[in-house]
């Protein structure tokens, strides 16, 4: 097994304390405590820093320095519709030419994704959906397309923590929704109907996310 760089393992703790809300939005990244808790130099952590502001979830803060991004529940929301545009193409794209001994590893990870809800492992179930469709839209032949959706997930992360508890309800029709796919890959479907039903998969948890969202700000703020 490779080594993991001192960078590396520090953009990875940053990662994912950003992600699981242990830095907040708002947040100082103290960069002589992290590298004194990790054992490393600044070099490492100013590297990682780097790393993250350009995946938006640092920004230098003028006087302050380095500090979590702020990420809206609309920007989630917005991103995830653009994101359903992005990957729905793309699985449409790698169902052209999906590599039939792949098709295990696909199946693999919804039956995962089922073990992971049956114990209430909201977290790992995120882990595994984004490998479901990683492991799709590697297969689409089209690198731009490739780039812009891993931007795409990129941005997501920021807010990975809170989304993925606000749309826990809506995981076991996600996960039938994943074996459609599989079928469509093992047995065909036109170009049209993979894009739209991969499109419409991810379109339907943002409008989950809404619904849930205006219900809760109504609960809060009662006319």
């Known amino acids: 097994m490779k080594k993991e760089t001192k960078q590396h393992k520090v953009y990875r703790v940053i990662k994912s304390r950003i992600i699981e809300r242990l830095y907040v939005p708002g947040q100082r990244i103290v960069i002589d405590q992290i590298a004194k808790e990790l054992e490393t130099s600044t070099i490492p952590v100013r590297e990682a820093i780097r790393q993250l502001e350009s995946e938006r979830l640092i920004f230098y803060k003028q006087n302050v320095g380095p500090v979590v991004a702020e990420v809206n529940e609309t920007d989630y929301s917005d991103t995830l519709r653009v994101l359903a545009v992005l990957e729905g193409h793309a699985t449409a794209l790698s169902a052209e030419s999906f590599p039939k001994e792949k098709l295990h590893i696909l199946k693999n990870l919804n039956k995962k994704m089922e073990e992971a809800l049956e114990e209430f492992d909201i977290l790992e179930f995120g882990r595994l959906n984004s490998e479901f469709h990683r492991v799709i839209c590697e297969e689409c032949n089209n690198n731009y397309l490739l780039e812009s959706i891993k931007d795409t997930w990129n941005r997501l992360d920021s807010i990975r923590g809170l989304g993925s508890t606000l749309y826990s309800l809506r995981v ?43 219900k809760h700000l109504e609960a809060n703020n009662p006319v």
Not at 183 to 212: C, N, P, W, Y
Request: glycine share 4%; net charge positive; aromatic share 12%.
């Open 172 to 214: 076991k029709e996600s996960i039938k929704e994943h074996y459609e796919i599989i079928r469509f890959f093992e047995l065909g479907g036109s170009f049209a109907e993979v894009e739209q039903h991969s499109r419409m998969h991810k379109i339907k948890t943002a409008k989950d996310f809404e619904h849930r969202r205006l």
